[in-house]
């Protein structure tokens, strides 16, 4: 078998996903289960949460809402996926090819358009600012700082995880509203 059912009762193929079988309800529900650093952190913190996070800089930093948004989706992929830890991932280009196909569906399906080179440069700029905050403040030691460029604070403490669903869903209405 090639598909897996998701949260809200969808088959999908990660392999050779379509649009309509993705859906932010499964994005939000599974990202607030999946444990950032592979469970190798202080206590349980969603990779959802970090996706708020990346948003939430974004908006701080005065980005557009679009590139809010595509903060919020950037490990939309890893709701099908699962995450993996990057020295990993590095090793893995057919996984990475694998992983770029869906998050761009996804970037796709909800921005209605490819995310640009400038925005998708932005996201991960972010990612890897929220990534080095994240090192220092639930992990055993920092990696960078990069965390000085950030112009908000990450809510790092453990929150429940269907809160963090609940926020992400709310995120994801309020940017899809105003754009």
């Not at 809200?8 to 499964?26: A, H, S, T, Y």
């Not at 770029?100 to 399906?109: A, F, G, H, V």
Request: proline share 4%.
């Amino acid at each position: 078998m090639s598909e897996i059912i998701t949260y809200v009762g969808i088959w999908i193929n990660p392999l050779e996903p379509k649009e309509e079988m993705i859906d932010i309800r499964d994005i939000a529900h599974a990202l607030s289960l999946v444990c950032r650093g592979n469970g190798h952190v202080k206590f349980f913190y969603s990779v959802a949460q970090h996706s708020i996070s990346c948003c939430m800089e974004a908006k701080a930093r005065g980005y557009s809402k679009e590139v809010q948004l595509a903060c919020l989706l950037h490990d939309g992929s890893e709701a099908y996926l699962s995450d993996m830890t990057r020295p990993v991932k590095r090793k893995m280009p057919e996984y990475r090819e694998i992983e770029d196909k869906l998050q761009n569906l996804i970037w796709e399906k909800y921005l209605g358009k490819p995310l640009s080179e400038e925005a998708h440069k932005q996201v991960f700029e972010i990612d890897d600012d929220i990534l080095s905050y994240e090192f220092k403040e639930i992990m055993p030691r920092s990696i960078s700082e990069d965390y000085k460029n950030l112009r908000s604070t990450p809510d790092v403490r453990f929150i429940d995880p269907s809160e963090i669903e609940e926020k992400f869903m709310a995120l994801f209405h309020e940017l899809c509203h105003e754009q």
